[in-house]
């Protein structure tokens, strides 16, 4: 069975085995890898088998996963690679089998779907959760519901707080904005934020916003936490459920 | 805001038959695109009748604006988007009738994707997975979500999107116009700005070409009709495997003085005017 194990600095702090189960990684109690660093978010990351696959999910932590040293959402993970969370790093075995009978084969053995055809809404409810045994975890995230939101932390603004409910959102003093900034010499359309199927991305606009201290170097994906400062304005994205 | 678009569709390298349609009805800036399913020709007759319904709906509704409107009224929507929504209600039935009541029809049905544009103010109405984009700011902003499988798996986390473009099952919808005898459609509501460009394109494209290629297009080529001939081409070069059907439109700023007011009578001629039919 593949296994985890939590390492400070070079000493071995606690090992979990990877079962059917995801393991949780993070600075609450509840976690079956507690890292206690105020550098950890409460619920930091999550380690588990999809398709046969060992994959790491960041929780849309602070300060970031690693993956090898690079910052990831969401990876696959290989064994001997190294997971870091703040100063800890968790080594990755995974030498071990899948502990779910999911058989990956079968995505490559499907025929391809040339035509277009719409599923019924029995077979399309079937489909969905044969897809959904892959792992009952994401079930359960598809199942709350989770309202993205921008607080205005400081600057002015028309509102103090916005729920994304559009696929494009503006970030400007133009009045086809949403994000209405007030005040001389803010730009139309300073920035826009784009829902895509897998999230939410900040993108440019007359502006080049910063994204927890750094310019973005295009689209952006927006985690829950992350600080957003463009124009004058302070902005906290936030995802509620 | 000065309004140019043009469009193009081609039936591929790889099929016998176009079942995409598209409409552009300038005096309305109205922007409608369908991309039809089932065999032996008859998603070409689903995709004509959404178009048409969806096109005579809101014409009708320019002329009467207190015509019936189909389907349930969201609260908050802009005249424009609720035309459009109820439009696309009528065409849903249309085709379920028409299915219905020819035997031989069975199992026909189409994405629908429609753009309508009030000023600075852009309503979309969308089911399927035909795609309506934004360029802006030299980004593409998808503003329809598509309707299919794999989409609704990179929602719920089950696929990334690398995974969902590879994946065998992309052909697999979740929603389509005629298939159920009602439908749930999306609205979405964009204000516009001067430089924005709008993409419609049916699956055809966007299987076959990348989105930062299309990007670069849309942006090499200012002129819509050149740059939706370009991106058939693209989309055929690469293979070509769908029908491919492409509108694109641009929005200018209002020139001012009289110098470009004379232009602008020139430029009157050049854009993509008049309806085009999908064949």
Redesign the interface.
Known sequence: MAKLSLMFEEKLVKEVPVGSRPVRIGRSPDNDLVVDNLAVSNDHARVYFEAGRLVVEDRGSLNGTFVNDLRVERATLHDGDSIWVGKHHIKVDATGDAPLPYESGRKTTAPMINETMVLDTKVRRDMLQQAAAMGERTQFAAGRIRVPTIVVLSGRTDAKEYVLTNKLTTIGKSAMATIKLRGWFKPQMAAQINQRDDGYYIGSGDKIPIVNGVAIPGPTRLNDGDLVELSGVRLNFIVRE | MQISSGGATHVGMVRTNNEDCFRIVSPLNLFVLA?G?G?EAHGEVASALAVETVVKHCIEGGENPSAPLLGEAKPGLTPKSRRLLSAIHLANQKVFQSAEEHPEQQGM?A?LTAAWIDG??LSVGHVG?SRVY?L??G?L??????HS?V????????L??TE?EQ??????????LG??AQVEVDV??????PGDVLLLCS?GLTRMVTEPEIAGTLQAEPIPQSAAEKLVQLANESGG?DNVTVIVVSFRPEPKGWFSWLRRGAQKSEGGNGSAGGK
Request: proline share 2%; net charge negative.
């Open positions: 991309d399913m065999g049905g994405t600075p103010q997975d934004l802006r700011t980004q902003q998808q503003l329809t979500s598509d499988l989409a609704e798996q990179v929602r719920r986390g089950l990334t999107a969902a994946s065998n099952l992309q052909s697999v919808l979740l929603r389509a298939t159920q979405e509501e964009v204000g516009l700005f699956d495997i």
